[in-house]
């Protein structure tokens, strides 16, 4: 799992403003960035195939805890 730093590091790097935002706004501005689908926290991980996702880990145990 990646911090919440560490993300923002990675945003900041590809010209995202993270001022403010919270972890799950930054992961989908990262994923609207690179042309992928929103879809970190959403139920759609209940059918995901995106086996090598750097976020699955994250987005699982964040809908497991719902």
Do not use: P
Not at 5 to 10: A, G, P, R
Not at 38 to 59: H, I, K, P, Y
């Amino acid at each position: 799992m990646l911090k919440y730093n560490e993300i923002q590091k990675m945003a900041k790097n590809m010209g995202i403003n993270t001022f403010q935002m919270k972890k799950k706004n930054m992961i989908h501005a990262i994923q609207r960035a690179e042309h992928n689908i929103e879809c970190f926290g959403t139920s759609r991980v209940e059918e995901c195939q995106e086996f090598t996702c750097l976020w699955r880990d994250d987005c699982i145990s964040l809908n497991e805890n719902k």
